[in-house]
């Protein structure tokens, strides 16, 4: 077969791109149409699935008619809020299908079903529209006790309760109403609208039975009006015309599914018959391209493979030319230069092999010299050999180094872990005393004493609280020390987390006459992911010490947010500012410093550890943040520190602020000689969208009640000159209605000496809830009279008991612990059983049923853990387990609380929160019995 000359085809390289594109561009073809092909029959596809879908939507639309037309409008929560999920569901599906439809009508596909498409949507329209109609008639018709039914009845019951009315008269008249409503025939109403004329006749025109008879037809009039219009029972009306539209769009959508398969078949077989042309178009041209080029390729190929055959033939000798064939054009350009290169590797051949012959000589005389080189190298190798022992040698040091190292590093970790078990140790052996000490102490001061002795029993409860601190903090400051101290980030309420802090000092700040105030700003998160116990541990020791070095004047404490990110992360800053003793400048450097004392003089005034401080450093800097400190002698002290917190993203029952709704613009005075409290008080109404008029004297409030008008007061009660008393007095007396609310330390009695001069008496620092709630309820026309005063009755009475019963196990292996525990509870009324062990425990609670069990931790034969833990898996009716225990790391509140027990209670015992651990007992039996009596 002879071949066109081309000339660029001399190049082989040009040949095979030649064929490779050739080949690619039928590949290509043949791909286009693949594509366009599936798309169309993915479209088809999609219209398929759509249609089908809006079948589904139908059914699902028409089962919630049905759910509606059964029971849906039988609730009341329908014809209260006109929403009811059946009938709503039914409108938005017949929406979506309408929508749908309207979409399939304008999508791209070659199906001719246009005209049945149009027609589905037309009787979607029309049950869109009945459907909605069908619900405000249902909605106006009512049922039972709302809408015109509801209206009805009432007329009906009214008439029967009034006995005006013949009982014969009215109770056919009622049985006529029934009939109609459940049979809806009209020849009952007629019979109801005769009856109804009857007793119609008998009654004055004009009288309240007569107006009651008439409302009562009238009502009725419409209850078979609506009826008649939604047609329920018969064969017209809005009920009998929905599901006429909906049996017609069963039928046109069989019809249009069955056309739109029929034209998707063809359709899908004519694609199918295409591409299969395509395909066989495609294959038959690859082929022939194939042979083709396979012929026109290999033809130089084949020249040059014989002419290698006879050049290898020739043994290295000339070879002669091989006769040239004319059907074959000059070989291409690589053939060419190959020839070219087989007479040129021949001579090269000839006068390499002669080389290599004289290079050979030159090689041996050099292997002489290279078995020198190799003697003078294995000298070098022993010498080396002896390097590398002697480096082994050293490395063998180095390792038994790293041992002892690591030996070492063992030993401190054993030496710091039984420190820290020292630490744990004496913290619960010094704490089991001390809970008879504090416990007899709490008892005595339950008793009658004269003033010098009640001196004596309060500073025993100081001292011991005071010996407690210490230990806490040097606990605190070794686990920290030893790096074994982390963190516990979890949810929690900040504003809770700071009242509880202010709740701590405010019995004592009331007494020393300090005001503690403090200031969130608006824009800090109410609920943040942090650990809050060490933030209350930063702010009451903070708060403490200011307090301590104050005394008079206020501590401040607010709180700010620095930054905020997009991913929820905070920087949080805290300030506690006092106007105390202040420190001086000299001193500061070392007031982070462990056991380190501003003042470490033999008669220095205040005590303390030294550690708070330097505790407080290491807990900020475990939350990524940084503690500094500014002061001025005689002027205060201001404490700053940062912590880096996570805002909280769950669905949280948020305390809600109040907002005094219709109160908008009232005028609120106060009256409060300390600049920072009335700054609060200020930012906060205004919050509230109430106008504040603020003074810093009562004098100065009467002068503003003179030229403004006032809707309340609010007053401190020491302030200079003039008191809240003698103020508020002299308001009553010009203005009797004017609601007066005094801010008073606690414990003030005030509110019961005057009664009527106050609304209300909020004890300091003032919440910001319970100031919203005492606000709103005082601007209320006869608000009434709300004290917040927190009283201090006697804590350990026999009504407790009376209060709660319960029966009690106490397990404690501690004579003096036995004996204060048994004498808390007979002062509370209770007679409780002793367990010397777990193992007594154990057997106790099989033989007797107990409500709760004060269990201790550390006891003989059986610990408390042990003894929780088999007590939970037992089958017995559980018992509230409430630890009691002188290991007072969090870890240990942890375990107990991993073991199955309810509540923890750390030696020594507080009697509060010891009362509130029982009365929580109690509301919790008392909660788990109701459960068990409601109804299945």
Same mark, same amino acid.
Request: proline share 3%; net charge neutral.
């Given at each position: 077969?002879?071949?066109?000359?081309?000339?660029? =085809?001399?190049?082989?390289?040009?040949?095979?791109?030649?064929?490779?594109?050739?080949?690619?561009?039928?590949?290509?073809?043949?791909?286009?149409?693949?594509?366009?092909?599936?798309?169309?029959?993915?479209?088809? /596809?999609?219209?398929?699935?759509?249609?089908?879908?809006?079948?589904?939507?139908?059914?699902?639309?028409?089962?919630?008619?049905?759910?509606?037309?059964?029971?849906?409008?039988?609730?009341?929560?329908?014809?209260?809020?006109?929403?009811?999920?059946?009938?709503?569901?039914?409108?938005?599906?017949?929406?979506?299908?309408?929508?749908?439809?309207?979409?399939?009508?304008?999508?791209?596909?070659?199906?001719?079903?246009?005209?049945?498409?149009?027609?589905?949507?037309?009787?979607?329209?029309?049950?869109?529209?009945?459907?909605?109609? &069908?619900?405000?008639?249902?909605?106006?018709?009512?049922?039972?006790?709302?809408?015109?039914?509801?209206?009805?009845?009432?007329?009906?019951?009214?008439?029967?309760?009034?006995?005006?009315?013949?009982?014969?008269?009215?109770?056919?008249?009622?049985?006529?109403?029934?009939?109609?409503?459940? /049979?809806?025939?009209?020849?009952?109403?007629?019979?109801?609208?005769? +009856?109804?004329?009857?007793?119609?006749?008998?009654?004055?025109?004009?009288?309240?039975?007569?107006?009651?008879?008439?409302?009562?037809?009238?009502?009725?009039?419409?209850?078979?009006?609506?009826?008649?219009?939604?047609?329920?029972?018969?064969?017209?009306? $809005?009920?009998?015309?929905?599901?006429? *539209?909906?049996?017609?769009?069963?039928? #046109?959508?069989?019809?249009?599914? %069955?056309?739109?398969?029929?034209?998707?078949?063809?359709?899908?077989?004519?694609?199918?018959?295409?591409?299969?042309?395509?395909?066989?178009?495609? =294959?038959?041209?690859?082929?022939?391209?194939?042979?083709?080029?396979?012929?026109?390729?290999?033809?130089?190929?084949?020249?040059?493979?014989?002419?290698?055959?006879?050049?290898?033939?020739?043994?290295?000798?000339?070879?002669?030319?091989?006769?040239?064939?004319?059907?074959?054009? @000059?070989?291409?350009?690589?053939?060419?230069?190959?020839?070219?290169?087989?007479?040129?590797?021949?001579?090269?051949?000839?006068?390499?092999?002669?080389?290599?012959?004289?290079?050979?000589?030159?090689?041996?005389?050099?292997?002489? #010299?290279?078995?020198?080189?190799?003697?003078?190298? #294995?000298?070098?190798?022993?010498?080396?050999?002896?390097?590398?022992?002697?480096?082994?040698?050293?490395?063998?040091?180095?390792?038994?180094?790293?041992?002892?190292?690591?030996?070492?590093?063992?030993?401190?970790?054993?030496?710091?872990?039984?420190?820290?078990?020292?630490?744990? %140790?004496?913290?619960?052996?010094?704490?089991?005393?001390?809970?008879?000490?504090?416990?007899?102490?709490?008892?005595?001061?339950?008793?009658?004493?004269?003033?010098? +002795?009640?001196?004596?029993?309060?500073?025993?409860?100081?001292?011991?609280?005071?010996?407690?601190?210490?230990?806490? *903090?040097?606990?605190?400051?070794?686990?920290?020390?030893?790096?074994?101290?982390?963190?516990?980030?979890?949810?929690?309420?900040?504003?809770?987390?700071?009242?509880?802090?202010?709740?701590?000092?405010?019995?004592?700040?009331?007494? $020393?006459?300090?005001?503690?105030?403090?200031?969130?700003?608006?824009?800090?998160?109410?609920?943040?992911?942090?650990?809050?116990?060490?933030? !209350?541990?930063?702010?009451?020791?903070?708060?403490?010490?200011?307090?301590?070095?104050?005394?008079?004047?206020?501590?401040?404490?607010?709180?700010?947010?620095?930054?905020?990110?997009?991913?929820?992360? &905070?920087?949080?800053?805290?300030?506690?500012?006092?106007?105390?003793?202040?420190?001086?400048?000299?001193?500061?450097?070392?007031?982070?410093?462990?056991?380190?004392?501003?003042?470490?003089?033999?008669?220095?005034?205040?005590?303390?550890?030294?550690?708070?401080?330097?505790?407080?450093?290491?807990?900020?800097?475990?939350?990524?943040?940084?503690?500094?400190?500014?002061?001025?002698?005689?002027?205060?002290?201001?404490?700053?520190?940062?912590?880096?917190?996570?805002?909280?993203?769950?669905?949280?029952?948020?305390?809600?602020?109040?907002?005094?709704?219709?109160?908008?613009?009232?005028?609120?005075?106060?009256?409060?000689?300390? +600049?920072?409290?009335?700054?609060?008080?200020?930012?906060?109404?205004?919050?509230?969208?109430?106008?504040?008029?603020?003074?810093?004297?009562?004098?100065?409030?009467?002068?503003?009640?003179?030229?403004?008008? $006032? *809707?309340?007061?609010?007053?401190?009660?020491?302030?200079?000159?003039?008191?809240?008393?003698?103020?508020?007095?002299?308001?009553?007396?010009?203005?009797?209605?004017?609601?007066?609310?005094?801010?008073?330390?606690?414990? *003030?009695?005030?509110?019961?000496?005057?009664?009527?001069?106050?609304?209300?008496?909020?004890?300091?620092?003032?919440?910001?809830? #319970?100031?919203? /709630?005492?606000?709103? %309820?005082?601007?209320?026309?006869?608000?009434?009279?709300?004290?917040?005063?927190?009283?201090?009755?006697?804590?350990?009475? @026999?009504?407790?008991?009376? !209060?709660?019963?319960?029966?009690?196990?106490?397990?404690?292996?501690?004579?003096?612990?036995?004996?204060? $525990?048994?004498?808390?509870?007979?002062?509370?009324?209770?007679?409780?059983?002793?367990?010397?062990?777990?193992?007594?425990?154990?057997?106790?609670?099989?033989?007797?049923?107990?409500?709760?069990?004060?269990?201790?931790?550390?006891?003989?034969?059986?610990?408390?853990?042990?003894?929780?833990?088999?007590?939970?898996?037992?089958?017995?009716?559980?018992?509230?387990?409430?630890?009691?225990?002188?290991?007072?790391?969090?870890?240990?509140?942890?375990?107990?609380?991993?073991?199955?027990?309810?509540?923890?209670?750390? !030696?020594?015992?507080?009697?509060?929160?010891?009362?509130?651990?029982?009365?929580?007992?109690?509301?919790?039996?008392?909660?788990?019995?109701? %459960?068990?009596?409601?109804?299945?």
């Amino acid at each position: 077969m002879k071949f066109p000359h081309i000339q660029f =085809l001399r190049s082989f390289k040009t040949r095979l791109l030649l064929s490779f594109f050739t080949f690619i561009f039928v590949i290509l073809v043949w791909m286009i149409a693949y594509q366009v092909i599936d798309g169309q029959q993915t479209r088809l /596809r999609a219209f398929s699935a759509k249609l089908t879908e809006i079948q589904i939507q139908y059914l699902e639309s028409t089962a919630y008619l049905q759910k509606f037309m059964l029971s849906g409008y039988h609730q009341p929560s329908f014809y209260i809020t006109g929403k009811q999920k059946d009938i709503d569901q039914f409108l938005a599906l017949q929406t979506s299908i309408g929508s749908h439809l309207t979409k399939l009508r304008t999508a791209k596909n070659q199906l001719n079903i246009n005209s049945p498409l149009d027609s589905l949507s037309v009787l979607s329209r029309h049950t869109l529209l009945e459907g909605q109609l &069908l619900k405000s008639v249902f909605l106006a018709r009512g049922f039972e006790n709302y809408g015109v039914e509801g209206n009805m009845r009432k007329y009906a019951h009214w008439i029967e309760d009034s006995s005006l009315v013949p009982k014969t008269g009215i109770l056919q008249l009622r049985r006529h109403e029934k009939d109609y409503m459940l /049979r809806g025939k009209s020849a009952y109403a007629d019979l109801f609208f005769d +009856q109804m004329g009857i007793l119609l006749n008998r009654e004055h025109r004009g009288s309240k039975t007569f107006n009651n008879l008439v409302n009562y037809k009238t009502h009725f009039t419409l209850l078979t009006k609506y009826t008649e219009q939604l047609g329920i029972n018969g064969k017209t009306g $809005i009920v009998p015309q929905t599901q006429y *539209d909906i049996n017609q769009f069963d039928r #046109q959508y069989a019809y249009t599914n %069955t056309l739109a398969n029929q034209e998707a078949h063809n359709l899908y077989q004519w694609f199918n018959h295409l591409l299969i042309s395509i395909s066989v178009a495609s =294959l038959f041209f690859i082929i022939l391209l194939g042979f083709l080029f396979s012929k026109y390729l290999t033809r130089d190929i084949s020249e040059l493979n014989k002419r290698m055959s006879a050049f290898i033939a020739s043994d290295f000798h000339d070879i002669k030319e091989a006769p040239a064939e004319h059907s074959i054009m @000059p070989n291409s350009i690589e053939i060419e230069k190959l020839y070219n290169d087989f007479n040129l590797l021949k001579t090269t051949l000839k006068t390499y092999i002669n080389n290599l012959n004289q290079r050979t000589g030159e090689l041996q005389k050099k292997s002489e #010299q290279m078995r020198g080189v190799n003697q003078e190298l #294995q000298e070098q190798s022993e010498e080396l050999q002896a390097q590398s022992e002697e480096l082994r040698a050293l490395n063998e040091e180095l390792l038994s180094q790293r041992q002892q190292e690591q030996a070492a590093r063992e030993d401190a970790e054993k030496a710091n872990q039984a420190k820290s078990v020292f630490l744990a %140790t004496m913290s619960h052996e010094i704490r089991t005393p001390m809970n008879g000490v504090l416990g007899m102490a709490s008892l005595l001061e339950e008793t009658t004493l004269n003033n010098e +002795q009640r001196e004596y029993v309060s500073t025993i409860k100081n001292s011991g609280e005071t010996l407690l601190s210490v230990i806490s *903090d040097v606990l605190d400051f070794s686990k920290i020390e030893s790096g074994k101290l982390d963190l516990d980030p979890h949810q929690f309420n900040l504003r809770q987390c700071i009242e509880e802090v202010m709740d701590i000092f405010s019995g004592k700040v009331a007494r $020393i006459g300090l005001d503690l105030v403090y200031q969130i700003g608006y824009e800090v998160p109410a609920h943040i992911i942090a650990d809050s116990l060490r933030l !209350k541990q930063v702010l009451i020791n903070l708060v403490g010490n200011a307090i301590k070095f104050t005394s008079k004047g206020e501590v401040f404490l607010g709180v700010s947010l620095l930054s905020r990110t997009d991913d929820h992360s &905070l920087e949080l800053a805290f300030e506690v500012k006092d106007t105390g003793i202040g420190i001086p400048r000299d001193k500061l450097p070392r007031l982070f410093k462990a056991f380190s004392q501003i003042d470490s003089s033999t008669t220095r005034r205040y005590g303390g550890s030294g550690l708070g401080l330097a505790i407080c450093e290491r807990l900020v800097h475990l939350m990524e943040g940084q503690i500094t400190v500014e002061s001025q002698l005689d002027l205060g002290t201001t404490f700053r520190f940062s912590i880096k917190a996570e805002e909280s993203q769950q669905d949280i029952r948020l305390h809600v602020p109040y907002v005094l709704a219709g109160h908008e613009g009232k005028v609120i005075l106060v009256v409060d000689d300390n +600049q920072t409290n009335r700054k609060i008080l200020q930012v906060q109404l205004e919050q509230w969208k109430l106008v504040p008029l603020m003074a810093a004297s009562a004098s100065e409030a009467l002068t503003l009640l003179a030229k403004h008008r $006032i *809707d309340l007061v609010l007053t401190d009660m020491q302030m200079p000159d003039m008191d809240g008393i003698d103020f508020a007095a002299i308001i009553k007396n010009k203005n009797a209605k004017m609601p007066v609310v005094l801010l008073s330390s606690r414990g *003030d009695e005030a509110k019961t000496k005057y009664p009527g001069l106050f609304t209300a008496v909020l004890n300091k620092p003032v919440k910001q809830q #319970q100031l919203g /709630r005492v606000i709103q %309820t005082s601007l209320q026309q006869n608000p009434e009279p709300e004290v917040h005063q927190q009283s201090t009755p006697v804590l350990l009475t @026999p009504e407790f008991a009376e !209060k709660h019963p319960l029966n009690i196990l106490v397990a404690e292996d501690n004579l003096i612990n036995q004996k204060l $525990i048994l004498r808390i509870l007979s002062k509370l009324g209770y007679e409780a059983t002793v367990a010397q062990n777990g193992l007594e425990v154990i057997a106790l609670t099989e033989l007797h049923k107990f409500d709760v069990i004060l269990m201790d931790i550390q006891m003989p034969m059986m610990d408390g853990l042990e003894a929780t833990q088999i007590i939970r898996s037992s089958k017995i009716e559980q018992p509230f387990i409430i630890a009691m225990t002188a290991n007072a790391m969090p870890e240990d509140k942890e375990d107990c609380l991993k073991a199955g027990m309810d509540d923890y209670l750390s !030696k020594p015992i507080h009697l509060e929160s010891f009362l509130t651990a029982l009365s929580k007992v109690d509301i919790t039996r008392q909660r788990q019995f109701n %459960t068990q009596l409601k109804p299945i």
